[in-house]
């Protein structure tokens, strides 16, 4: 009589394991995103020192950007705080999704495509926003995060489990 086999109850790394890391990815940068725009949004404020390093920059290139139609500080202020209302919405969305990961229905509407959702809105906003302004210099960018995050909601829903 042969002997059992253990490779039939071990458990091994499938697709399960690589959509569960994307998810994770995309929660930690846009976390990461979140906390620089927050931090940079703190620097326009005063309430962080002008040499503050870690800040993304995308307040003065906001200011900047939307100067050819002469925004007002507060029009500016607003955008921004828009911009870090989405990246922590999307952000906590992702975590969600990732924290719920392995119990996700592939039915209705699942909090892994609800992220995703509120992130590529984030990206098409900036792609149209971008045109608008004409900021040429960053839309290619914005195009490539929208597209690197299309592809990553393909490979999740198409890949076999």
Request: aromatic share 12%; hydrophobic share 55%.
């Amino acid at each position: 009589m042969d002997a059992p086999s253990v490779q039939g109850n071990m458990p091994h790394p499938g697709s399960g394991a690589l959509k569960f890391v994307l998810v994770f990815v995309w929660a930690s940068w846009l976390t990461v995103v979140l906390t620089t725009n927050s931090l940079d949004g703190l620097k326009a404020l005063g309430l962080l020192p002008e040499n503050w390093a870690f800040a993304s920059g995308n307040y003065r290139f906001l200011v900047a950007t939307t100067a050819r139609y002469g925004a007002t500080t507060w029009i500016n202020a607003i955008l921004f705080s828009g911009v870090i209302a989405w990246d922590a919405t999307a952000a906590i969305l992702f975590w969600r999704a990732a924290c719920l990961f392995p119990s996700r229905s592939r039915r209705g509407t699942s909090p892994m495509r609800l992220a995703f959702a509120v992130s590529l809105s984030l990206w098409g906003s900036f792609l149209v926003a971008d045109e608008v302004c004409v900021a040429y210099e960053v839309e290619g960018k914005h195009l490539l995060l929208f597209i690197a995050e299309l592809v990553t909601l393909l490979a999740i829903e198409l890949l076999p489990e």
